[in-house]
């Protein structure tokens, strides 16, 4: 009986004592011969607990990445590791790297994106808000996964980055910065936009090809389905969209754009030439927000043709419906600006 009793106590001790190992293992073992001192480590949004353990481990956080998976999920805490950037110390245990995790501020940026920026303008800004490389965003204009993101029709992000405020996580990487634009552009078109898209004969990269050309001609929320009406009531009578915006546009992509429309311009041979080639030009112009999209969906009645700048200093437009009212309204609104 004595011998049966000190068998089951040995055993009770073995498991006890392999449970206890195994917890430190789980919860309290550091890595080994690794240097002190701290190290900043950025998590990527939608990063999986795997890749997470592994980076950790990588530069000497923890020990072991199965250990740190076990003690997450055993302590329930892998939903509270979230993406950000981190500076964190060598040498924790496991315990003390998800506290850390759990309890850390993400450093966040917060930029702006105007309405109507082209899109080497917008990575401009990017670049220089949040320290980004211009020239491999400037690749990323054309990545076959960004593009499906997008949706069909689109070859190129132009017209798809959709301007708002973001907050972008410290030490974002292009890729993830371009695709949470191009993510918010989708999250805004809605299944009813592109139905009523249809009734212009329109899909989605003619809907914001279209929206763009307005974006750019006019920033008053008074004047967008005005403006849109013009570009309706040319298409529908085969006219020559005549868009000063779509000149500027194909002068920069030429690398001959120095602030003026020159006569000799509107004779180029080019598809973002409106003044020689009908319909829309072969893409967007801009980045248009969701005002001057829902305007090219819902254009004021009207059978204006034409309008041109006031020259007033507020941004406003007169609208005509035949050449004749709308020269003599350049005429007058030239005059205005030369005895400014």
């Known amino acids: 009986m004595r011998t049966i009793l000190r068998v089951i106590l040995t055993f009770l001790i073995i498991v006890t004592l392999a449970v206890i190992t195994g917890l430190y293992i789980v919860f309290d073992s550091r890595p080994l011969g690794r240097e002190q001192g701290q190290v900043d480590i950025i998590i990527e949004e939608g990063a999986s607990l795997t890749s997470i353990a592994d980076q950790l481990h990588d530069v000497g956080v923890i020990g072991s990445p199965i ?50 920026l082209r899109s080497d303008e917008i990575i401009g800004i990017l670049s220089n808000e949040l320290g980004l490389d211009s020239l491999k965003m400037i690749s990323l204009l054309t990545d076959s996964s960004l593009l499906k993101i997008a949706g069909n029709g689109f070859t190129h992000l132009e017209g798809t980055l959709f301007p708002e405020t ?59 389905r005005l403006v849109a009406s013009v570009y309706h009531n040319r298409l529908t009578k085969k006219m020559l969209l005549g868009c000063d915006p779509t ?14 429309i020159r006569r000799r311009h509107f004779a180029i041979n080019d598809p973002y030439n409106t003044y020689l080639r009908r319909g829309l030009p072969p893409g967007p112009i801009a980045n248009p927000g969701l005002a001057s999209i829902l305007a090219s969906l819902d254009p004021e009645e009207t059978d204006f043709l034409y309008f041109v700048g006031k020259n007033d200093g507020t941004g406003a437009h007169d609208f005509s419906i035949t050449l004749r009212e709308h020269n003599n309204k350049v005429n007058r609104y030239q005059r205005r600006r030369s005895n400014r």
């Open 247 to 260: 000149l500027i546009y194909m002068l920069v992509r030429r690398g001959e754009w120095d602030g003026n």
């Open 166 to 224: 973001y907050r972008f996580l410290k030490n974002s990487g292009e890729y993830s910065v371009l695709k949470k634009l191009v993510v918010q552009f989708r999250n805004n078109i809605q299944p009813e936009m592109l139905e009523q898209a249809r009734k212009f004969r329109f899909d989605l990269q003619k809907l914001i090809t279209f929206a763009s050309l307005v974006e750019k001609e006019t920033g008053r929320e008074d004047e967008r």
């Open 67 to 116: 250990s740190f998976k076990l003690a997450t999920q055993l302590l329930r805490k892998s939903r509270a590791i979230y993406p950000g950037a981190y500076t964190l110390n060598k040498q924790l245990s496991n315990t003390e790297a998800i506290e850390a995790l759990a309890h850390a501020r993400a450093v966040e940026v917060m930029v702006t994106i105007p309405e109507g």
